[in-house]
């Protein structure tokens, strides 16, 4: 369930006269019983509110005064959340004839025309004041106050993310908070312009079509209704190619792989998605089986090398609406499954509960979700929906995780032949794939659930460089990408799972194995396509190149590890 809260305005939306009919509150009181919660938020005074309307009770929040002032019906205390009205304002305006003048805690209100004596009596008081039109209502707040800022303050209350709640309207003052949730809607009797900025339109008007968008709740979650959208909004990846348009994957209720070559740019554009993201408010938890983001901004990280992090920490640390890095380079790679199960699992619950995170980025997948498995294993199958799993080869990952994605991204060299094999992997049909050479920033994306054809994309890059950790190299588990010292005849099987663990062995090893590797140019091309430091490995191989001793090239390489690394005795 994606849409844990309904948002409703009340006059001209829920109200038709200023009354609710009997199906309506039928509707609401359904909608309660499915779990998810409702919120009033409307322009009217609360007195005056509560004389019209039999049913506060239905909702968890009322706003009221459009955004300023916050009640709860179920304790009955009220908060206001602007400053109050200067009794000199409405004084002045009753001096010049203005009738039918309402005066609230944080709102004064009238009528067209008089919005012109309104803006000349701020001006002589000034006041700092806006204007708020609802049809032919005037309404006069504390500049940045409106629906959605009242929204917030309930929202905040319940610790519940605007990206979980849609709500409902039919005027201008609504649009704030219509554009504010994950999916806005219009009854059908609504203003054109807020029709044209709504996400959907109802069939019917006033209360009905808050009784049409319950049903559509309580059916799919609006399932139905979202993917019929034309892929305008969502989270922004690209440019298409060959149209130059805007390219958007779904915010909300769909999986994304991203598979490719290593130092293909994986990195450079998951980087740009998770700070979009982040900017927009979407909470991801990120399992980090290599601390590649430990210093990734937006997120804080738990875990090191030398510490596990528990679950309960994880889930306190989302609890108060922070994104997450799990740095799980302190768990054994063989156990890494098993930790990332049991998470997981913990992690679900906390969004069947909350909603959140919106999204669980996995990288390394092929740690996560193996493709060898015992069948008995206790190992989570699939990642929860609304995943962004990444991996370098898809056949690694189990076939279960692989069929639980809706779109695949492939990156680097021959893209065409990464989905390929993720079709391969699965048995499944591949869309029409030709040959494509990808440029700097560009991606092959395909939408498997759709008939389109894969296209190319120039993504949007990130404002700030992904950088590798550099700890995950000196004192990780680099996993199939540890340096093995075999010997000249392949009778050792050393393995360097690191930078420490390489220097120690290094130190160690007899003369005729280090130099059987210097020779062929292996220490080099570790540090190049493992390690992915280009610096380092053309340093590596110009020592290779010479006709030095075994003792002064291990001396002056391990002398090159240090200078560019930190490492621990």
Not at 24 to 47: C, M
Not at 144 to 156: D, I, M, S
Not at 454 to 460: D, H, I, K, S
Request: aromatic share 6%; net charge negative.
């Amino acid at each position: 369930m994606n849409f844990f809260g309904l948002v409703t305005d009340y006059d001209g939306t829920l109200a038709y006269s200023g009354k609710v009919r009997e199906s309506t509150l039928n509707a609401l009181e359904r909608l309660r019983d499915s779990g998810r919660k409702l919120l009033l938020v409307t322009g009217r005074q609360l007195p005056e509110l509560l004389e019209i309307f039999p049913r506060p009770d239905l909702f968890e929040w009322i706003v009221a005064e459009n955004g300023g002032l916050l009640y709860c019906p179920h304790n009955r205390e009220t908060r206001l959340l602007a400053e109050p009205v200067p009794q000199t304002f409405p004084d002045l305006l009753r001096e010049r004839g203005v009738q039918n003048l309402q005066v609230g805690q944080s709102i004064v209100a009238t009528w067209v025309p008089n919005e012109h004596r309104v803006l000349d009596a701020l001006r002589d008081l000034g006041l700092d004041r806006q204007i708020i039109f609802n049809k032919d209502a005037v309404m006069v707040l504390p500049s940045g106050v409106n629906k959605a800022f009242g929204l917030t303050a309930a929202l905040e209350e319940m610790k519940l993310s605007h990206h979980n709640v849609v709500a409902i309207g039919d005027a201008e003052n609504d649009l704030p908070m219509l554009t504010q949730c994950e999916c806005g809607a219009a009854v059908d009797n609504a203003l054109e312009s807020v029709k044209h900025k709504a996400d959907l339109v109802m069939t019917a008007g006033h209360g009905a079509g808050v009784e049409e968008l319950i049903e559509d709740l309580l059916k799919d979650d609006l399932a139905g209704r979202l993917s019929k959208g034309d892929r305008t909004r969502g989270l922004l990846l690209g440019k298409a190619k060959d149209t130059g348009k805007n390219v958007f994957l779904p915010s909300l209720g769909q999986s994304i792989l991203v598979a490719g070559p290593s130092g293909s740019g994986k990195s450079t554009s998951i980087t740009g998605l998770l700070e979009r993201m982040a900017k927009a408010a979407y909470q991801f938890c990120i399992l980090d089986p290599e601390g590649d983001y430990e210093t990734f901004e937006p997120a804080i990280n738990t875990g090191s090398p030398h510490y596990v992090p528990s679950r309960n920490d994880v889930v306190s640390l989302l609890e108060r609406m922070h994104n997450a890095v799990v740095n799980m380079l302190g768990v054994a790679l063989d156990s890494r499954p098993q930790f990332a199960s049991e998470l997981l699992r913990k992690l679900q619950d906390l969004r069947s509960r909350s909603g959140r995170p919106h999204w669980f980025v996995i990288d390394e997948a092929h740690h996560i979700f193996p493709s060898e498995v015992p069948a008995e294993s206790t190992l989570l199958a699939e990642p929860p929906k609304t995943s962004l799993m990444i991996t370098v080869h898809p056949n690694h990952v189990r076939k279960e995780a692989l069929d639980s994605m809706d779109i695949v991204i492939a990156v680097g060299k021959d893209p065409q032949e990464t989905i390929r094999d993720f079709c391969r992997a699965l048995g499944a049909e591949e869309p029409t794939l030709n040959p494509v050479a990808l440029e700097r920033g560009e991606v092959l994306l395909w939408f498997r659930r759709t008939s389109q054809d894969p296209l190319v994309v120039a993504t949007e890059p990130g404002k700030t460089e992904h950088k590798r950790h550099i700890r995950k190299y000196a004192e990780g588990d680099l996993g199939v990408g540890s340096f093995v010292f075999r010997g000249p005849e392949g009778k050792l099987k050393l393995v360097a799972h690191n930078l420490n663990t390489f220097i120690r062995m290094a130190e160690g090893v007899d003369d005729d194995t280090w130099c059987h590797h210097l020779r062929a140019g292996e220490f080099s091309e570790w540090f190049r396509w493992i390690v992915k430091n280009e610096s380092l490995a053309d340093q590596v191989k110009s020592i290779e190149q010479q006709n030095a001793s075994a003792e002064a090239t291990r001396e002056t390489i391990i002398e090159a590890i240090r200078a560019q690394y930190t490492l621990s005795a």
